[in-house]
């Protein structure tokens, strides 16, 4: 419990989840023996109400769908288990969990390189989740992109898969080369990539990517080629549209108030250029970055010709 405080308050302080998703997901991580009114030497501890006991089991619900597919699952669906031996099945599911064990320490050796990308001048403020576009875009996805595409040699070459089958027999080392075992470390890496996001706070990347394994599992039974990393940029980028569609729809809104605003002020004030009117907004009204002193200019002269649009 100590860890997963420490964890989680490193990631809110460094942005990457708001202090309110700290709080609720160290909410989540306690064990079940604090979801109880308990009584320690006359000081109240933890009581759960009903709500915080429905979060708790849809948030171990999700982590428990992350598990899937599962080793049985890929093994039955390609590395044809149901055609298997005994000793057969059991070197399928022991070559699945060899491959994981590869993924967990590559996932461990190699740090999300999020500061390199967490540079957030030139966005506005907003006041979303962690998963707002400003840093889902900025840092968290490129992140996320470089761990798979640093793995992505050791799938092409062969070189791990060999490496691994060393510990069999010719015959189960040729059985399994016959399988598509570049789709398992692909599966498996994904399935790695969606519990690191769910173990950091970021349940919307954590679907991304086990959507994405979901998918290359279903690609696999029908024998069709699923690219994960463009289905994933592909949700993003229908993601971001819909967002800036919301965002300039609320813009569009909002300007003709502000135009009509700006007006009253620059009546109000008896200024008599739109210059003038523009500094003082500028200095005593519109004291964000946005909207910028041309732009307050722009939809005074607008506003003077009857334009509020």
Request: proline share 3%; charged share 30%; with cysteine.
């Amino acid at each position: 419990m100590p860890r997963e405080r420490h964890r989680v308050t490193n990631y809110a302080r460094l942005g990457l989840i708001t202090r309110t998703t700290a709080i609720h997901t160290l909410m989540l991580s306690l064990p079940c023996t604090y979801f109880n009114l308990r009584v320690c030497k006359g000081v109240n501890m933890y009581h759960v109400t009903e709500d915080e006991r429905a979060h708790k089991l849809m948030y171990k619900s999700f982590e428990l769908s992350l598990s899937r597919p599962t080793d049985s699952q890929i093994a039955k669906t390609i590395l044809s288990n149901e055609d298997c031996n005994k000793v057969q099945s059991e070197n399928n599911l022991s070559f699945l969990g060899r491959v994981r064990d590869v993924v967990v320490m590559f996932l461990q050796r190699n740090e999300l390189e999020y500061r390199q990308h967490n540079n957030l001048e030139d966005n506005p403020q907003c006041e979303c989740d962690y998963d707002c576009e400003c840093y889902l875009n900025k840092f968290i996805m490129p992140a996320f992109k470089n761990l798979a595409l640093k793995f992505e040699p050791y799938i092409k070459d062969d070189s791990l898969v060999n490496r691994i089958l060393e510990e069999y027999t010719v015959e189960e080392k040729e059985r399994l080369l016959s399988c598509n075992l570049r789709e398992v470390l692909r599966l498996m890496l994904y399935k790695g990539l969606a519990y690191l996001a769910f173990e950091h706070g970021l349940y919307d990347v954590a679907c991304w990517h086990h959507e994405a394994t979901v998918l290359m599992y279903g690609g696999a039974i029908t024998n069709e080629r699923f690219n994960p990393s463009e289905y994933i940029e592909s949700e993003l980028s229908a993601r971001n549209k819909s967002k800036a569609n919301k965002r300039w729809s609320k813009h569009n809104q909002t300007r003709p108030e502000k135009k009509k605003q700006y007006l009253q002020i620059m009546d109000e004030q008896n200024f008599t250029t739109f210059a003038e009117t523009a500094e003082y907004i500028k200095q005593n009204i519109e004291t964000d970055k946005k909207p910028s002193y041309d732009t307050i200019k722009r939809w005074l002269s607008q506003a003077s010709k009857g334009d509020f649009l």
